[in-house]
């Protein structure tokens, strides 16, 4: 997990994101799947773009 | 047959917000229904404790369907009894694709694969904690 996705992760806690995995590039961001879906490019890599919602867990 | 090494997670800790790892059995997975599918993967853990395929009910709206017209089942966990509504979808994953049913729920966000309707078309679902990797075998 390189310190980019970290950030990544802990500027959008408790949203749904697209991550790029071959790039490490922040996709699109959103507060539901819909919204992020939207903002995809349909021309992408499908299977290269991951689609999660990030955790912000308890201390 | 297919080994996957466990996926490095993390979660951001409330008060630190320290980025804490963690390993979980992910697969990249993606629905289709009619001709749509996702314009990404969504990251499914392969959960032996999971009767049912568990799924964000936001990922079926994202396919323009109605979540709500589906059979609805409630499903019991740690956390309580949830309310999810079924729907059969085609699952998709390097090359396996398979007609399937999903549970859609607003009470979840981390998509499950359960035994019920994932495990069964496997011959065996083989979990390696040591090495941090699983197989799937037909």
Redesign the interface.
């Known amino acids: 997990m390189t310190k980019s996705i970290k950030d990544i992760y802990i500027k959008n806690a408790n949203k749904w994101i697209a991550l790029d995995t071959s790039t490490e590039k922040l996709l699109a961001v959103g507060g539901t799947i819909t919204e992020v879906n939207e903002k995809l490019s349909k021309d992408k890599h499908k299977d290269k773009v991951e689609v999660f919602y990030v955790n912000l867990a308890a201390s | 047959m297919p080994t996957y090494p466990y996926t490095?997670r993390?979660?951001?800790?409330?008060?630190?917000?320290q980025?804490?790892?963690y390993f979980l059995p992910i697969l990249?997975v993606?629905i289709k229904y009619g001709r749509r599918?996702?314009?990404?993967?969504?990251?499914a853990t392969v959960d032996s404790g999971a009767d049912r395929n568990l799924f964000?009910a936001?990922?079926y709206?994202?396919l323009g369907q109605h979540v709500e017209t589906g059979l609805e089942v409630r499903i019991g966990g740690i956390g309580g009894e949830i309310i999810a509504y079924e729907h059969t979808v085609n699952l998709i994953f390097d090359d396996f694709h398979f007609r399937t049913k999903v549970c859609f729920s607003d009470e979840i966000?981390?998509p499950l694969l359960g035994r019920s309707d994932f495990f069964k078309h496997f011959s065996k679902v083989l979990f390696n904690e040591t090495e941090k990797e699983f197989e799937l075998i037909s």
């Open positions: 490095e993390i979660y951001i800790e409330r008060v630190t917000h980025a804490k790892k990249k993606n599918t996702l314009n990404g993967s969504l990251l964000p936001d990922a709206r994202a966000k981390n």
